[in-house]
Structures are given as structure tokens and as C-alpha cells.
């Protein structure tokens, strides 16, 4: 039986505590995916996004079967379920990879657009029930929007905006906004098995690929690119979202939140230590104040306030 509402505590708090842990594995995995986009070289969104989830959908699949799991049965899920799922996980994706497609010369910028989800998941956590948005979401928020104006603008470039990479700026945003969604809306879902995620990885998977083979040309991967996807499918885009699933539904997800805020900054460094960018003062102004928005609009997490 699933149950539209959210999950009870522990009384002791060490079961969220723990979930809280497990779910902050993520955010280390995540933390490699604009890396591992980049050097995936030019396959096809769509193409990635079914290349990808594959291999997650077998390995998340294997794991469920191998600790005794039901990974068959745990697939019969409400519509709503599977609706939530599937627009999370293949919607993001989707537009992730497009942006760095769209916007191949400014990968650095995307990628922090992108990470505004941090701080959307705080202001979006406010609305469920027993929440509600105090005068520092809002702070964060402009603080995090100012960040974000900074991006796109190039710090000197006033409002003037390369008109080839607005695409790209737009998709990373919308990322962003169906990443949060699907984080904040899942722990309404708590008692749904973490296990069923392979099943959404899967549909993700079958969506991706009817869709490149109706607007994209197949690109054959090299022996390095090969690598990226698998690895991708491993991590950040395997094993990433069965440790979150846990922790939204189970752990603190205001903290999980406040946990997020590192992974733009560490996902912008191995960018620009492997050469796939270049930072400058615009870039580490923007990532300060995105991230300082996020730590103000969770004030109340980090004094443990609840």
C-alpha cells in the first residue's frame, strides 16, 4: 500500500540521522556529472540520456536482486508514482546534458545554473505541510537570483547575453526547477520502495531512446567516451539516486539541502582542473553567492532548529 504522505520520524532521530548520511553519498557522485558529461564528447542528448540510464537500470537492478529484493513486484506503483518519477529523472537529464550541448563553450556557467537546485529544494521544502517560508528563504533566494544574474550577464558583459548560449542558460535553469520539484514532491511518497527507482531509470531509458531515434543521428561512441557513460551510469547517475531516494524520504531534507550547496563548487573545480573549463572572478563571485544564498535560506537547519 503507498501512502501519500510523509514518512514518520524516528522519535530518537538516529533513523534520520542515518538516512540523512546515506542520502548525502549522492551528493559526492553528483559532484563528478559535469565532468563526466564533458567528456563524453558530442553523443547526442537523448542518446546519453538512454546510454546512461541503461547501464544504471542493469547495475540498480542487479544490487536490488542480489540483496534478496523484489525488484519485479516493487514496479507496480501508482500512475502518480511513476509519473513523478519519470518526469524527474528523465526531464533533469534530459535538459542537463542539452545545456552543455547548447552552451558547449560555457560549461562552467551551465553547470552553476543548474546547481540553483540546493536552494530550490530549501524554499520548495517550505510548502509541505508543517513548513512554511520565513524571511530567510527569501533572502537566500535574491541572494542566490543575484548569483545567477552574474552568470549569465559575465559579470562585465552588463545584460548583454551571447545569443547561443540563452538556450543552453535556460535549459540548465529548467533542470534546476524539475530537480527540486521531484526531490521535495518524492517525500510525499515515503513508503514507496527506493528499489522502484530502477524501474523509472528504466522507463527514462526506453523514453530517451525512442526519442533519438526520431530527432537525433547516432554517434559511436570512442573507447574514452565509453568509459564516461559507464561511469556515469554507475554513479552519478546510478547508485547516486537509490542513496537519494533514501535520504529525501527518510532523512532531513533541509539538511540534505544545506549538504548540496558543496557540489557546485567541487563539480566547477574538477571542471577546471581537468580542462574541460576556465574560472575567473565572475565564476567564483556567482558560486559564492548562490551558495551563500542556499546557507542563508537554511539558517534554521544549520542552528538545528526544526
Same mark, same amino acid.
Given at each position: %500500500?503507498?501512502?501519500?504522505?510523509?514518512?514518520?520520524? =524516528?522519535?530518537?532521530?538516529?533513523?534520520?540521522?542515518?538516512?540523512?548520511?546515506? /542520502?548525502?553519498?549522492?551528493? *559526492? %557522485?553528483?559532484?563528478?556529472?559535469?565532468?563526466?558529461?564533458?567528456?563524453?564528447?558530442?553523443?547526442?542528448?537523448? @542518446?546519453?540520456?538512454?546510454?546512461?540510464?541503461?547501464?544504471?537500470?542493469?547495475?540498480?537492478?542487479?544490487?536490488?536482486?542480489?540483496?534478496?529484493? =523484489?525488484?519485479?513486484?516493487?514496479?507496480? @506503483?501508482?500512475?502518480?508514482?511513476?509519473?513523478?518519477?519519470?518526469?524527474? *529523472?528523465?526531464?533533469?537529464?534530459?535538459?542537463?546534458?542539452?545545456?552543455?550541448?547548447?552552451?558547449?563553450?560555457?560549461?562552467?556557467?551551465?553547470?552553476?545554473?543548474?546547481?540553483?537546485?540546493?536552494?530550490?529544494?530549501?524554499?520548495?521544502?517550505?510548502?509541505?505541510?508543517?513548513?512554511?517560508?520565513?524571511?530567510?528563504?527569501?533572502?537566500?533566494?535574491?541572494?542566490?537570483?543575484?548569483?545567477?544574474?552574474?552568470?549569465?550577464?559575465?559579470?562585465?558583459?552588463?545584460?548583454?547575453?551571447?545569443?547561443?548560449?540563452?538556450?543552453?542558460?535556460?535549459?540548465?535553469?529548467?533542470?534546476?526547477?524539475?530537480?527540486?520539484?521531484?526531490?521535495?514532491?518524492?517525500? $510525499?511518497?515515503?513508503?514507496?520502495?527506493?528499489?522502484?527507482?530502477?524501474?523509472?531509470?528504466?522507463?527514462?531509458?526506453?523514453?530517451?531512446?525512442?526519442?533519438?531515434?526520431?530527432?537525433?543521428?547516432?554517434?559511436?561512441?570512442?573507447?574514452?567516451?565509453?568509459?564516461?557513460?559507464?561511469? %556515469?551510469?554507475?554513479?552519478?547517475?546510478?547508485?547516486?539516486?537509490?542513496?537519494?531516494?533514501?535520504?529525501?524520504?527518510?532523512? =532531513?531534507?533541509?539538511?540534505?539541502?544545506?549538504?548540496?550547496?558543496?557540489?557546485?563548487?567541487?563539480?566547477?573545480?574538477?571542471?577546471?582542473?581537468? /580542462? @574541460?573549463?576556465?574560472?575567473?572572478?565572475?565564476?567564483?563571485?556567482?558560486?559564492?553567492?548562490? %551558495?551563500?544564498?542556499?546557507?542563508?535560506?537554511?539558517?534554521?537547519?544549520? $542552528?538545528?532548529? $526544526?
Amino acid at each position: %500500500m503507498v501512502t501519500d504522505s510523509l514518512p514518520t520520524p =524516528d522519535p530518537s532521530g538516529s533513523a534520520v540521522r542515518r538516512a540523512t548520511a546515506i /542520502g548525502g553519498l549522492a551528493i *559526492l %557522485m553528483w559532484s563528478t556529472l559535469a565532468l563526466l558529461t564533458a567528456l563524453s564528447g558530442t553523443i547526442p542528448p537523448f @542518446q546519453l540520456v538512454a546510454m546512461s540510464f541503461g547501464v544504471a537500470f542493469v547495475v540498480g537492478t542487479a544490487a536490488g536482486a542480489a540483496r534478496g529484493k =523484489d525488484v519485479i513486484g516493487v514496479l507496480r @506503483q501508482p500512475w502518480k508514482v511513476w509519473a513523478l518519477g519519470v518526469a524527474g *529523472l528523465f526531464g533533469y537529464h534530459f535538459f542537463y546534458f542539452l545545456a552543455f550541448r547548447l552552451a558547449p563553450g560555457a560549461a562552467v556557467e551551465v553547470n552553476l545554473l543548474n546547481y540553483l537546485w540546493p536552494l530550490l529544494i530549501v524554499l520548495f521544502s517550505a510548502l509541505l505541510p508543517g513548513e512554511r517560508l520565513k524571511r530567510g528563504h527569501v533572502l537566500g533566494a535574491l541572494c542566490g537570483l543575484a548569483g545567477t544574474v552574474l552568470i549569465v550577464t559575465g559579470g562585465g558583459r552588463g545584460l548583454s547575453l551571447d545569443a547561443g548560449d540563452t538556450p543552453g542558460y535556460l535549459s540548465a535553469m529548467a533542470a534546476a526547477v524539475l530537480w527540486a520539484s521531484y526531490s521535495v514532491l518524492s517525500r $510525499r511518497f515515503g513508503d514507496v520502495p527506493t528499489e522502484a527507482v530502477g524501474g523509472f531509470c528504466l522507463a527514462t531509458a526506453v523514453l530517451a531512446g525512442l526519442s533519438h531515434l526520431l530527432f537525433e543521428t547516432t554517434v559511436a561512441p570512442s573507447g574514452g567516451e565509453w568509459l564516461a557513460v559507464l561511469a %556515469m551510469g554507475i554513479g552519478p547517475v546510478g547508485a547516486a539516486f537509490f542513496v537519494w531516494d533514501h535520504g529525501v524520504k527518510r532523512g =532531513d531534507i533541509r539538511a540534505l539541502g544545506v549538504l548540496s550547496y558543496a557540489t557546485p563548487l567541487t563539480s566547477t573545480l574538477l571542471l577546471i582542473l581537468f /580542462g @574541460q573549463a576556465s574560472g575567473g572572478w565572475a565564476v567564483w563571485a556567482a558560486c559564492g553567492l548562490i %551558495m551563500g544564498g542556499a546557507v542563508l535560506a537554511s539558517r534554521d537547519v544549520l $542552528r538545528g532548529d $526544526r
